[in-house]
Nanobody, 122 residues
């Protein structure tokens, strides 16, 4: 049984930082692409960042480039999202996702976590 468990969300002031974590179980983590998506009220779920297992390449949405960093620790089955210089528009429910290879749109995810709320106050 695959489980993705997120943690690290919370309330932070604009300009602040948070680090999200996602621990995966039930998958061969070293051969699984991991990513972070977010969904704000009334909006569609969108990719924030992802890190492939093959070559370790990363992708970032334009809106977070230069502010967010995705990393993975295969020994701990954990993927992280370091979020700096947070803005009120980053407020959303953040989901961890896993896929066998490609992961840029929600339909490509094989597994999802339950999400962790990030709220950025102005």
């Amino acid at each position: 049984q695959v489980q993705l468990v997120e943690s690290g969300g919370g309330l932070v002031q604009a300009g602040g930082s948070l680090r999200l974590s996602c621990v995966a179980s039930g998958v061969t983590f070293s051969r699984t692409t991991m990513g972070w998506f977010r969904q704000a009220p009334g909006k569609e779920r969108e990719i924030v960042a992802r890190a492939t297992w093959l070559g370790g390449s990363t992708y970032y949405a334009d809106s977070v480039k230069g502010r967010f960093t995705i990393s993975r620790d295969n020994a701990k089955n954990t993927v992280y999202l370091q979020m700096d210089s947070l803005k009120p528009e980053d407020t959303a429910l953040y989901y961890c996702a896993a896929a066998r290879l490609a992961l840029l749109v929600p339909a490509q995810a094989d597994y999802w976590g339950r999400g962790t709320q990030v709220t950025v106050s102005s």
